[in-house]
């Protein structure tokens, strides 16, 4: 079963506006955390946001903010102000126990496209 | 400054041949992955290690075998077992997190694209 699901294959966003890209996970842990990152066309991937599931606040780093919906097990990432550098492949993952330590699981993935 | 150096860059083989990917990290990190990614789809998890000497299997290691003798270096070996071998490899570290409130996200190299003909 998919545990991280991103269903915006593609996104489209004027330059300046806001953008919203959905996340939703499935687990049965009490504690996890949630990342999303940034993969340009270059293939790096660049880490952006963290959001404990202890966490009461949202996070927040600079242009990027986590709507973090616990209940609904949602972590959405939302951009302000978007900027033609923010075009890139964005990626929502959970870190889970497993029996040996830790593992990472990563959605499939938004395509995100900044129009000028 | 510390970080994940992957080697090389870009890799061409030949069907049939054994190819070993190079990751070493100087972050101090205790586990290390690696994962694949096919064009335009999310990342697979091949193997992971928690520590030296030990590693475990993740979704897609048939075709695939690592080693752990140091901390500090996780090599992949892309054997001729597996089938469709080009794809772009990611390696990455993190720390062991041992505190519910520990961020302690995943640190990637540059990747490695493989393309196997």
């Known amino acids: 079963a998919q545990k991280i699901t991103q269903t915006q294959p593609g996104m489209f966003v004027q330059e300046k506006e806001a953008v919203t890209l959905d996340c939703t996970y499935d687990t049965s842990d009490q504690s996890y955390g949630l990342f999303w990152y940034k993969q340009p066309s270059s293939g790096e991937m660049i880490f952006l946001i963290y959001q404990g599931s202890y966490d009461e606040q949202n996070a927040t780093e600079g242009r990027y903010s986590l709507n973090f919906q616990k209940a609904r097990k949602s972590a959405n990432l939302v951009i302000s102000a978007s900027q033609l550098g923010d075009s890139a492949m964005y990626f929502c993952?959970?870190?889970?126990?497993?029996?040996?330590?830790?593992?990472?699981?990563f959605g499939p993935g938004t395509r995100l496209s900044v129009l000028p | 400054d510390g970080g994940i150096t992957q080697s090389p860059k870009y890799l061409f083989r030949k069907e049939g041949q054994n190819v070993t990917l190079s990751c070493e990290q100087n972050l101090n990190h205790d586990a290390m992955y690696w994962y694949r990614q096919d064009p335009g789809q999310g990342l697979r998890l091949i193997y992971y290690?928690?520590?030296?000497?030990?590693?475990q299997k993740g979704d897609i290691a048939e075709g695939y075998s690592v080693s752990r003798e140091k901390k500090e270096s996780f090599p992949l070996t892309v054997t001729s077992a597996q089938k469709n071998p080009t794809a772009f490899y990611l390696c990455?570290?993190?720390?062991?997190?041992?505190?519910?409130?520990?961020?302690?996200?995943?640190?990637f190299g540059n990747g490695t694209r493989l393309t196997v003909t």
């Open positions: 990455a570290s993190s720390t062991t997190v041992r505190r519910r409130h520990h961020n302690s996200p995943l640190h």
């Open positions: 290690s928690q520590i030296v000497n030990d590693f």
């Open positions: 993952a959970m870190r889970e126990r497993v029996n040996y330590g830790q593992n990472f699981v």
